[in-house]
């Protein structure tokens, strides 16, 4: 474990009490799929290859895939969590535009501006635009069309580079 989620889940008190009384709950079903899958994880990697032009700050973050996070996914700090492939997470194209969309949100997060809502909404537009750009737009369609994006509201059309 790193030492920045150690201290992350230290600090959690309660909640961190609750989340590991969850993943013992859940130790018997991993306990029964044994290790993950080496294939889906190389297929999540060929994957990730594929998009790289639409997602050139992916390459600074380790991705990993977790079984819970289904279409969703996660970062904290140098590390990327997105769905298990098969697994409430449709296929590996799926968990590698979440990965692309994930280091997009910490690259619009890094510029220091706006709400959840308004970094979402960026990193959206942004990586829309670079899949445009790369040739990419068919497949980024497909993960979006995925997502149940209502709460955002309307995604500007953006290019690809910070505002």
Known sequence: MSADALALAASAGAVAEVLRTAAELELPAFATLG???APALDEVAEAIAAIAPAAPSL???EVWVARPLG???RTHARSIVVGLPGLGCPDAEHAAWQ???EATVAEAAAEGRGSFLDLER??????RSRA???GLAEAHGRWLAR??????GAIAHGDDSPE
């Open 35 to 37: 290790a993950l899958p």
């Open 59 to 61: 390459p600074r973050f």
């Open 71 to 73: 279409l969703r996914g």
């Open 99 to 101: 990965a692309a969309h």
């Open 122 to 127: 960026r990193a959206l537009a942004r990586l």
């Open 132 to 134: 445009r750009g790369a």
């Open 147 to 152: 997502l149940d994006l209502r709460e955002l």
